[in-house]
């Protein structure tokens, strides 16, 4: 007899959160943000926003963030900006992953916009006094 593969449940938005939260730990992403935005839009759940040390790196994240959710069944993330490295946003539904670069993470700051403080910015402060 032949056995179907079972479907994998959904994750709850805070289980897509944590596992999110986990990986980028995992990967040594810097400045990790995390945002709340149940009240305050439609457009998801929650916002996180991180820091990589490198374009190469930023890009290995977001690769790999985009294969543990898939690997954990919940369908495809959608990944922009993995060519450059800059920037890159990672949809995955409920959750929305920014990852920068930091010299474009203080640029765009858009900690800012939700009223969040910008970790980047303080690091950069603190290194040209």
Do not use: C
């Given at each position: 007899?032949a056995?179907?593969?079972?479907?994998?449940?959904?994750l709850?938005?805070?289980?897509?959160?944590?596992?999110?939260?986990?990986?980028?730990?995992d990967?040594?992403?810097e400045?990790?943000v995390?945002?709340?935005?149940?009240d305050?839009?439609?457009?998801a759940?929650?916002?996180i926003?991180?820091?990589?040390?490198?374009?190469?790196?930023?890009?290995?994240?977001?690769?790999?963030?985009?294969?543990?959710?898939?690997n954990?069944?919940q369908?495809r993330a959608?990944?922009?900006?993995?060519?450059?490295g800059?920037w890159?946003?990672?949809?995955?539904?409920?959750?929305?992953?920014?990852?920068?670069?930091?010299e474009?993470?203080?640029?765009?700051?858009?900690?800012?916009?939700?009223?969040v403080?910008?970790?980047a910015?303080?690091?950069?402060?603190?290194?040209?006094?």
């Amino acid at each position: 007899m032949a056995t179907i593969g079972t479907a994998k449940k959904s994750l709850t938005s805070g289980e897509m959160l944590s596992l999110i939260q986990s990986t980028l730990a995992d990967d040594k992403a810097e400045d990790l943000v995390t945002i709340d935005l149940t009240d305050k839009t439609s457009i998801a759940d929650y916002m996180i926003i991180a820091t990589g040390s490198s374009s190469r790196r930023v890009a290995a994240m977001a690769e790999h963030l985009v294969e543990t959710i898939k690997n954990a069944g919940q369908g495809r993330a959608a990944a922009e900006g993995k060519e450059q490295g800059d920037w890159v946003l990672v949809d995955a539904g409920d959750v929305i992953v920014h990852l920068f670069r930091s010299e474009v993470r203080a640029f765009y700051n858009i900690e800012e916009m939700w009223g969040v403080e910008n970790p980047a910015l303080k690091q950069q402060a603190a290194r040209l006094y």
